[in-house]
Every structure is written in C-alpha cells, then in structure tokens.
C-alpha cells in the first residue's frame, strides 16, 4: 500500500479534493492527506472531534465548522471502513461528501 502525501491544511486546494461524485476511494486516499498528529497533537483528540462531529450531523444536520476539523472527519472515516473491510454504507457516503463539500466551500 502506498503512503498517501501529507497536505498542510494552508496548502489546500480545490483540485485536491475529491470531486462530487467521486468513489470512495478517492475520499479515503485523500482523508490520508491529513495527519491528525499534527494539528490536535493526539490521534484521540482528533477522534473525539471526529466522532462528536458526526454525531452532531445525525442529529442536526450541522457540519463542522473549520477545515481541519472537517479533515479529522475525513480521516477518521477513512479508518473506520478500512477497519470494517468494505465501504461506507450510504450515510457514511453521504457524511464524507457532505464533508467535502463543506471544505470546498471553505477554500474557495
């Protein structure tokens, strides 16, 4: 498996996201751009975002409100369904693309 580049949240571009539409493995290899570490300083901090983030959505609807929060989303996800072995199931496709464009808007 090949090691995904890191890209520092300031270095963000548009065309580095997945485009609408895309499959799900251009999600996950893009949610490997992000390393966790570096901005929350703990993988567990960047989780309890993530999950707190997710858990919000379900009930509200309401996406996170930076990027790099939106990318510890990501990245999280990205885990998830590797750990489960198979893709997102349609909410977790809806979540990630909602996401993703959450962040497009944030970049542009």
Not at 12 to 28: F, M, N, Q
Not at 55 to 77: H, M, T
Not at 79 to 85: K, L, Q
């Amino acid at each position: 498996m090949s090691t995904a580049t890191l890209i520092p949240t300031p270095h963000l571009r548009v065309e580095d996201l997945p485009a609408p539409g895309s499959e799900w493995s251009e999600y996950a290899s893009f949610a490997s751009t992000f390393d966790p570490e570096q901005r929350y300083r703990s993988v567990d901090v960047a989780s309890e975002v993530a999950n707190w983030a997710f858990s919000r959505w379900q009930k509200n609807g309401r996406l996170p409100e930076s990027v790099d929060e939106i990318r510890a989303c990501l990245y999280f996800e990205q885990r998830r369904w590797r750990f489960i072995g198979h893709e997102p199931n349609p909410e977790g496709m809806r979540w990630v693309q909602a996401l993703v464009a959450e962040m497009r808007r944030h970049i542009r």
